[in-house]
């Protein structure tokens, strides 16, 4: 198996894995993920889902007795796990990700809107045709060219059924988030998203705060990572390789001379 990072677009990133002489794109956040487009489901759903994990997580039994068991919520934690909303541990426990907590947290519908804005533009599959409809100044986003978008230019491999109604959920989705209003198709014409007329400018203030958070996470996981001890010059032997020591002196009684002369037989003082 092969893998080439590649740019989508300008603000997030992919891996092609070829295998078998088939192409499917993956996504690079906190490791690797095979995409499989999120269907079946619905909106409100999720947003139940987020609720019972808020805190400490849930486990997958808590949330069959309260929500139901079946396809709609085993399909609706397929679409937040896609999504980087949820991460799942060893067991059936369920955690919102920093991603979801900002979502799940958002205290009022302008600011979930502006999440739910960053969540679709950093998942490929959503943010690609996005940000192609907005460089083209299209005016909507019709259902034939989404599924060419993920068949062809994704080349994600998906089930013809399951593309079709994983457009319906990116509708509504996009809906939710303001980027426009989902139109079923009637009477020949086929099923879209009218974007809104402030389209590019959401789109805008979604890189924006994707790049806030990247910056965010990456000052966190500098902050983490624990401090270098500070080593002595490398001391080479006669025929060995360079030694690296560290050595602890006190040399709070000593006289200049003293220091001076120790720090030039470790070398860090050059000789007379």
Same mark, same amino acid.
Do not use: C
């Given at each position: 198996?092969?893998?080439?990072?590649?740019?989508?677009?300008?603000?997030? +990133?992919?891996?092609?894995?070829?295998?078998?002489?088939?192409?499917?794109?993956?996504?690079?956040?906190?490791?690797?993920?095979?995409?499989?487009?999120?269907?079946?489901?619905?909106?409100?759903?999720?947003?139940? @889902?987020?609720?019972?994990?808020?805190?400490? !997580?849930?486990?997958?039994?808590?949330?069959?007795?309260?929500?139901?068991?079946? %396809?709609?919520?085993?399909?609706?934690?397929? =679409?937040?796990?896609?999504?980087?909303?949820?991460?799942?541990?060893?067991?059936?426990?369920?955690?919102?990700?920093?991603?979801?907590?900002?979502? =799940?947290?958002?205290?009022?519908?302008?600011?979930?809107?502006?999440?739910?804005?960053?969540?679709?533009?950093?998942?490929?599959?959503? !943010?690609?045709?996005?940000?192609?409809?907005?460089? %083209?100044?299209?005016?909507?986003?019709?259902?034939?060219?989404?599924?060419?978008?993920?068949? @062809?230019?994704?080349?994600?491999?998906?089930?013809?059924?399951?593309?079709?109604?994983?457009? /319906?959920?990116?509708?509504?989705?996009?809906?939710?988030?303001?980027?426009? /209003?989902? +139109?079923?198709?009637?009477?020949?014409?086929?099923?879209?998203?009218?974007?809104?007329?402030?389209?590019?400018?959401? *789109?805008?203030?979604? +890189?924006?705060?994707? =790049?806030?958070?990247?910056?965010?996470?990456? +000052?966190?996981?500098? =902050?983490?990572?624990?401090?270098?001890?500070?080593?002595?010059?490398?001391?080479?032997?006669?025929?060995?390789?360079?030694?690296?020591?560290?050595? /602890?002196?006190?040399?709070?009684?000593? %006289?200049?001379?003293?220091?001076?002369?120790? *720090?030039?037989?470790?070398?860090?003082?050059?000789?007379?």
């Amino acid at each position: 198996m092969k893998y080439h990072v590649i740019t989508l677009l300008d603000h997030f +990133r992919g891996i092609y894995l070829e295998k078998d002489g088939r192409d499917a794109i993956g996504f690079v956040g906190g490791g690797e993920v095979a995409i499989v487009l999120p269907y079946r489901t619905e909106p409100r759903l999720l947003w139940q @889902v987020l609720e019972y994990a808020k805190g400490k !997580g849930v486990d997958r039994d808590t949330l069959e007795a309260r929500l139901g068991s079946g %396809e709609a919520l085993r399909e609706a934690l397929n =679409a937040l796990e896609q999504l980087g909303l949820i991460e799942r541990g060893d067991g059936a426990e369920i955690r919102l990700t920093d991603a979801g907590n900002r979502l =799940a947290y958002a205290e009022s519908p302008e600011e979930r809107q502006r999440e739910l804005r960053a969540v679709l533009l950093r998942y490929p599959p959503y !943010g690609v045709p996005l940000e192609r409809a907005a460089a %083209e100044g299209w005016s909507a986003i019709e259902s034939a060219w989404l599924e060419r978008i993920w068949q @062809v230019d994704l080349r994600l491999g998906q089930p013809r059924n399951r593309v079709e109604e994983a457009r /319906t959920l990116f509708f509504r989705l996009a809906e939710e988030a303001g980027f426009g /209003t989902f +139109r079923r198709g009637v009477r020949g014409q086929p099923s879209r998203l009218v974007l809104s007329p402030d389209f590019a400018d959401q *789109l805008a203030a979604a +890189r924006e705060l994707l =790049a806030e958070s990247s910056a965010t996470m990456a +000052r966190a996981d500098q =902050a983490e990572k624990p401090e270098q001890p500070m080593l002595s010059p490398a001391m080479a032997l006669p025929g060995s390789s360079p030694i690296a020591l560290t050595i /602890t002196v006190d040399m709070s009684t000593w %006289e200049l001379e003293k220091i001076e002369a120790f *720090l030039r037989m470790v070398g860090l003082l050059p000789l007379r």
